[in-house]
């Protein structure tokens, strides 16, 4: 088929119990090679739980934020309910297990059991500095550090 796209796991996200890590199968250890010393790593996973057919059709959302447009395109937001639900989420490291291929994070917004498709280094330059957003998410917060303070809940309609 032409346009066929093979994507296969290469591990797994693994929360239970307040505990997050990233377990990588072993034919991808090697992978990690001169991984330690990245502070941050982008983890590129896929939303099984939101892999339905009616979940990938959804292409607008209703106010899905409290101070948001009252319609906004799938491809305006971080919304899990995705054409393919391929997710991306930054993430601490808190130490790396390379002989038994575990990333540990204090946090990652994945559900246990999640396919991990990609690992990616977060690099510095990878910050956009004059990085410019509609008015009514302007308020978010401006680095990964005073996100994790921000009152998220606040804004979410669901």
């Known amino acids: 088929m032409k346009n066929s796209i093979q994507v296969k796991s290469i591990g797994t996200i693994q929360a239970e119990r307040g505990i997050f890590s990233i377990l990588i199968h072993e034919d991808y250890r090697s992978g990690l090679t001169n ?3 990245f502070s941050h790593l982008q983890i ?3 939303g099984n739980l939101f892999d339905k057919v009616e979940h990938r059709k959804m292409l607008i959302n209703k106010k899905p934020y409290k101070n948001s447009p ?3 395109g799938v491809f305006a937001t971080r919304s899990q309910f995705r054409p393919n639900p391929i997710l991306i989420t930054t993430i601490y490291v808190d130490r790396i297990d390379l002989e038994k291929g575990i990333i540990y994070t204090p946090y990652i917004d994945a559900e246990n059991g999640t396919p991990l498709l990609d690992i990616k280094p977060y690099h ?7 990085c410019e957003v509609p008015t009514w ?3 978010w917060p401006d680095s990964y550090e005073e996100s994790a303070k921000f009152n998220w809940e606040g804004e979410f309609n669901f």
């Not at 510095?124 to 004059?130: A, M």
């Open 70 to 72: 009252a319609k906004l």
């Open 35 to 37: 991984i330690n010393g």
């Open 44 to 46: 590129v996973w896929w």
């Open 124 to 130: 510095k330059y990878q910050n956009v500095v004059n």
């Open 137 to 139: 998410c302007s308020h």
